[in-house]
């Protein structure tokens, strides 16, 4: 199939996807459920990742800005606009892509091949709808929470690097991680949350619903769903960037 | 009562169905069987609109099934069961879940109602009260196949479609299985159609029987009529084992 032909078929399982719901209560426990699934269950990772992404980018600035002319607290600012800037909210979204993505391709696919997505539309439930929009409405929903977490944990991190190594020290750090202040970052990693929580669920379901075949082909889906999530999160991520950042 | 008139279905270059008609009466286990390949799970998907036809209608008791929009369709699988090969049940949800899914969905009971009548239809179909809260993947292949007919018959449909009802499951199970969907059949007085090759379910429990062919229909009558066809390919599909041939000839000595 060309791209054209996915992005076509892509365009109407979306579509179907947020068509009226059968029963508004139903989808909604489903969407209760996916946030707890995506969410929660994504936390201890996201939170181990943000400690040690903070402690490392510290290291690393602390290491680079040794030069006496540069202040001190540079190192605090650096790392929590770094954190605030790419690192919650992208590569945060390109482990989850990883996480989640292939979980809902995994998932999705086995359905198809096991025939219970057959199964859903015989009995005249809109399957898209069922499965797809739960998903997608639960990550735009946790994804900005993940992300915001992901940037308190990642500057506390940064935090126990420099008492734990006193390569900056703990007041320089702390009046770093406060200084100059944009609150703007906050919002444009928020608006990329948004659009990278959309990309990895909508992607991956998409693969899951094509999945034909058996194990193979269900292992497969799950592979193209995060390779194509990761590709498409990073184009959008330069794309944003130019739009949101560049005056 | 299920009338399939004059439907054809091509996948690229490849014709798997070619006009067939079928009358698929109400009340009855209408049967369809033949070869692997011949084309019965495609027919089977075009009944169910799985898969659009490409020339013919399908019409359900005056209703053009097939040329219905997904509103209209959807409306009509409310009445519609279904048992899958492999049961597709929902491996999330436990068996009592599965029962109550298309009553969650579709009625508007309250959910006292609902669990009272899936748990009708799960007495119904034997399942014991304690495989209840148990998922599919820990019950047998003889219990799915009863949850999914139970499943099926949650809503009390009109048409009920069997897929292979008996693969992999053991001669005595298979009986079982049989039997429940000719009692169900008759009970709720609904058009019953079973894909089958197992020529024990279709001496069993068959009303009439269609033999499909490189994708025709090639021959059609009852279980009196199968044991006396000199129709070339039912006689190699029917009789190619020793105890059928057997059968047959002590059916036609009287």
Same mark, same amino acid.
């Given at each position: 199939?060309?791209?054209?032909?996915?992005?076509?078929?892509?365009?109407?399982?979306?579509?179907?996807?947020?068509?009226?719901?059968?029963?508004?209560?139903?989808?909604?426990?489903?969407?209760?459920?996916?946030?707890?699934?995506?969410?929660?269950?994504?936390?201890?990772?996201?939170?181990?990742?943000?400690?040690?992404?903070?402690?490392?980018?510290?290291?690393?600035?602390?290491?680079?800005?040794?030069?006496?002319?540069?202040?001190?607290?540079?190192?605090?600012?650096?790392?929590?606009?770094?954190?605030?800037?790419?690192?919650?909210?992208?590569?945060?979204?390109?482990?989850?892509?990883?996480?989640?993505?292939?979980?809902?391709?995994?998932?999705?696919?086995?359905?198809?091949?096991?025939?219970?997505?057959?199964?859903?539309?015989?009995?005249?439930?809109?399957?898209?709808?069922?499965?797809?929009?739960?998903?997608?409405?639960?990550?735009?929903?946790?994804?900005?929470?993940?992300?915001?977490?992901?940037?308190?944990?990642?500057?506390?991190?940064?935090?126990?690097?420099?008492?734990?190594?006193?390569?900056?020290?703990?007041?320089?750090?702390?009046?770093?991680?406060?200084? %100059?202040?944009?609150?703007?970052? &906050?919002? #444009?990693?928020? /608006?990329?949350?948004?659009? @990278?929580? !959309? $990309?990895? =669920?909508?992607?991956?379901?998409?693969?899951?619903?094509?999945?034909?075949?058996?194990?193979?082909?269900?292992? %497969?889906?799950?592979?193209?769903? &995060?390779? #194509?999530?990761? /590709?498409?999160?990073?184009? @959008?991520? !330069? $794309?944003? =960037?130019?739009?949101?950042?560049?005056? | 009562?299920?009338?399939?008139?004059?439907?054809?279905?091509?996948?690229?270059?490849?014709?798997?169905?070619?006009?067939?008609?079928?009358?698929?009466?109400?009340?009855?286990?209408?049967?369809?069987?033949?070869?692997?390949?011949?084309?019965?799970?495609?027919?089977?998907?075009?009944?169910?609109?799985?898969?659009?036809?490409?020339?013919?209608?399908?019409?359900?008791?005056?209703?053009?099934?097939?040329?219905?929009?997904?509103?209209?369709?959807?409306?009509?699988?409310?009445?519609?069961?279904?048992?899958?090969?492999?049961?597709?049940?929902?491996?999330?949800?436990?068996?009592?879940?599965?029962?109550?899914?298309?009553?969650?969905?579709?009625?508007?009971?309250?959910?006292?109602?609902?669990?009272?009548?899936?748990?009708?239809?799960?007495?119904?179909?034997?399942?014991?009260?304690?495989?209840?809260?148990?998922?599919?993947?820990?019950?047998?292949?003889?219990?799915?196949?009863?949850?999914?007919?139970?499943?099926?018959?949650?809503?009390?449909?009109?048409?009920?479609?069997?897929?292979?009802?008996?693969?992999?499951?053991?001669?005595?199970?298979?009986?079982?299985?049989?039997?429940?969907?000719?009692?169900?059949?008759?009970?709720?007085?609904?058009?019953?159609?079973?894909?089958?090759?197992?020529?024990?379910?279709?001496?069993?429990?068959?009303?009439?029987?269609?033999?499909?062919?490189?994708?025709?229909?090639?021959?059609?009558?009852?279980?009196?009529?199968?044991?006396?066809?000199?129709?070339?390919?039912?006689?190699?599909?029917?009789?190619?084992?020793?105890?059928?041939?057997?059968?047959?000839?002590?059916?036609?000595?009287?």
């Amino acid at each position: 199939m060309s791209i054209f032909t996915h992005l076509g078929k892509y365009y109407i399982l979306m579509a179907q996807a947020f068509a009226k719901p059968d029963k508004f209560k139903v989808v909604w426990k489903r969407v209760i459920d996916e946030m707890e699934a995506i969410g929660i269950g994504s936390i201890p990772i996201v939170a181990i990742l943000s400690v040690f992404m903070g402690a490392v980018t510290l290291l690393q600035m602390a290491y680079n800005f040794s030069n006496p002319l540069v202040p001190d607290y540079t190192e605090g600012l650096a790392t929590r606009d770094t954190m605030i800037l790419e690192f919650a909210p992208t590569i945060i979204s390109l482990i989850l892509a990883g996480k989640v993505g292939s979980s809902i391709a995994g998932n999705l696919g086995t359905m198809k091949v096991t025939e219970q997505i057959d199964a859903l539309e015989i009995m005249g439930v809109n399957p898209q709808s069922y499965l797809i929009m739960p998903k997608v409405v639960a990550a735009l929903f946790v994804f900005p929470f993940i992300v915001v977490i992901a940037i308190f944990l990642g500057t506390f991190g940064g935090y126990v690097a420099s008492l734990l190594t006193g390569v900056v020290s703990v007041e320089k750090y702390v009046f770093g991680i406060q200084y %100059d202040f944009e609150p703007f970052y &906050v919002t #444009y990693a928020l /608006i990329k949350a948004e659009f @990278f929580a !959309l $990309i990895i =669920t909508s992607v991956a379901s998409y693969q899951g619903f094509i999945t034909s075949g058996g194990a193979k082909e269900v292992g %497969d889906s799950g592979t193209r769903a &995060v390779v #194509y999530s990761c /590709i498409i999160i990073l184009l @959008f991520d !330069l $794309i944003l =960037t130019q739009l949101l950042l560049t005056v | 009562m299920i009338t399939v008139e004059n439907i054809s279905k091509s996948f690229e270059t490849k014709d798997v169905l070619k006009n067939i008609n079928l009358d698929l009466k109400r009340g009855e286990v209408n049967m369809i069987i033949g070869k692997s390949g011949a084309g019965k799970s495609v027919l089977l998907k075009c009944l169910v609109g799985l898969f659009d036809v490409d020339k013919g209608r399908i019409l359900y008791d005056d209703r053009p099934f097939s040329e219905m929009g997904y509103q209209k369709k959807k409306e009509v699988r409310k009445e519609v069961g279904m048992l899958f090969q492999g049961s597709a049940l929902f491996d999330s949800k436990t068996v009592l879940e599965n029962v109550m899914f298309p009553l969650t969905i579709f009625s508007d009971k309250s959910p006292e109602e609902i669990k009272e009548r899936a748990l009708f239809c799960l007495r119904r179909v034997n399942i014991e009260e304690h495989a209840d809260h148990l998922f599919p993947a820990e019950i047998s292949g003889g219990m799915q196949k009863r949850v999914a007919i139970a499943r099926a018959i949650a809503l009390q449909p009109r048409y009920l479609f069997c897929d292979e009802p008996n693969s992999g499951l053991d001669p005595q199970t298979s009986i079982v299985i049989d039997n429940l969907i000719k009692e169900i059949t008759v009970e709720l007085d609904i058009t019953t159609i079973v894909i089958s090759h197992d020529m024990n379910s279709v001496m069993e429990i068959s009303d009439t029987i269609s033999f499909i062919h490189n994708g025709q229909k090639w021959w059609e009558g009852s279980r009196d009529d199968i044991m006396t066809t000199d129709n070339q390919e039912v006689v190699d599909f029917v009789y190619a084992s020793n105890f059928m041939k057997t059968l047959r000839e002590n059916f036609n000595k009287g």
